[in-house]
C-alpha cells in the first residue's frame, strides 16, 4: 500500500465554521507532512509531523491547528479562515531514511466563503 | 540558504517526441537529493525520479531521464517518446541530507503540454 488518503477531497466552508480535514497512511512512515497550494504554484510548508511530534511549523496563523492523533493519521483542524486561505491543501509522508521520497495525497481543494 | 530554480514556466511537445525541463539550484552542501514530481490536473503529487548527489551516474526511470551536472548545480529532467499522459505540472524539488531535516525545497514549476 503506497496511498495517502485525504479526506474530503472538496470543502466549502463558511469563515465562521469550524473543519477538519483528514491525512491517512499505511506504510509506516513517520514523519508527515501539511502543504499549502495555490493555483500556478509550488506547494508551500506548513506543518511536518516526525514520530508524531510536531517538527516544524513555518509561522502558520493559529486558524490553522494541526494534530497527529497517532503514527497513521494527520489532521489539520480549521477555524475562522479567511477566502485567501482558499487553495488545495496536500498531505504527505515519508519515511524517516535518508534519501527517501515523499508520498503524496490527492489533496482536499478548499473554498472558504 | 537553498534556492532551486525552473526557468520555464510553459512547454510544449509533440507527442512521441523528447522534451527536456531545465532546473538549476543553488546550495553550499556537498550531499542532498534531487527529485522531480509530476503533478496531472488530478493533482497528486507524483515522484518521476530521484537523483542522490554523491551518485555521478545520472538516474533512468523507462521514458524519464536526467542530467545531472553537480558542479553547474544543475539537474534538467529529459521525457522522451512522449506520451499525452505526460501533460502535467513538474516540480524540480531539492532535499538536504541532514538528519532531521524534512523540508522540500520546490521550484516555481513548468507546466508541460503534449500536441496530439
Known amino acids: 500500500d503506497t496511498e495517502v488518503t485525504q479526506t474530503p477531497k472538496h470543502l466549502v466552508m463558511g469563515m465562521t465554521n469550524k473543519k477538519s480535514l483528514k491525512c491517512e497512511q499505511h506504510m509506516g512512515h513517520r514523519a508527515m507532512y501539511w502543504y499549502k497550494q495555490k493555483a500556478k504554484k509550488p506547494p508551500e510548508l506548513m506543518f511536518v509531523?516526525?514520530?508524531?511530534?510536531?517538527?516544524i511549523n513555518e509561522s502558520v496563523p493559529s486558524r490553522f491547528s494541526p494534530e497527529c492523533p497517532n503514527s497513521s493519521l494527520l489532521n489539520l483542524h480549521l477555524h475562522a479562515l479567511q477566502p485567501e486561505d482558499s487553495a488545495l491543501y496536500l498531505c504527505?509522508?515519508?519515511?524517516?531514511?535518508?534519501?527517501?521520497?515523499?508520498?503524496f495525497g490527492q489533496g482536499t481543494r478548499l473554498t472558504v466563503v | 540558504a537553498q534556492t532551486v530554480t525552473q526557468s520555464q514556466p510553459e512547454m510544449s511537445v509533440q507527442e512521441a517526441e523528447t522534451v527536456t525541463l531545465s532546473c538549476t539550484y543553488d546550495t553550499s552542501e556537498s550531499d542532498y537529493y534531487l527529485f522531480w514530481y509530476k503533478q496531472p490536473p488530478s493533482r497528486q503529487m507524483i515522484l518521476v525520479i530521484r537523483?542522490?548527489?554523491?551518485?555521478?551516474q545520472n538516474a533512468t526511470e523507462n521514458r524519464f531521464s536526467v542530467n545531472f551536472q553537480k558542479a553547474a548545480k544543475s539537474f534538467s529532467l529529459k521525457i522522451s517518446d512522449s506520451q499525452l499522459g505526460d501533460a502535467a505540472m513538474y516540480f524540480c524539488a531539492y532535499r538536504s541530507p541532514t538528519s532531521g531535516t524534512y523540508k522540500y525545497i520546490f521550484g516555481t514549476g513548468t507546466r508541460l503540454k503534449v500536441l496530439a
Open positions: 509531523y516526525s514520530y508524531e511530534k510536531l517538527s
Open positions: 504527505a509522508s515519508r519515511s524517516t531514511g535518508s534519501g527517501t521520497e515523499a508520498f
Open positions: 537523483q542522490e548527489a554523491y551518485k555521478q
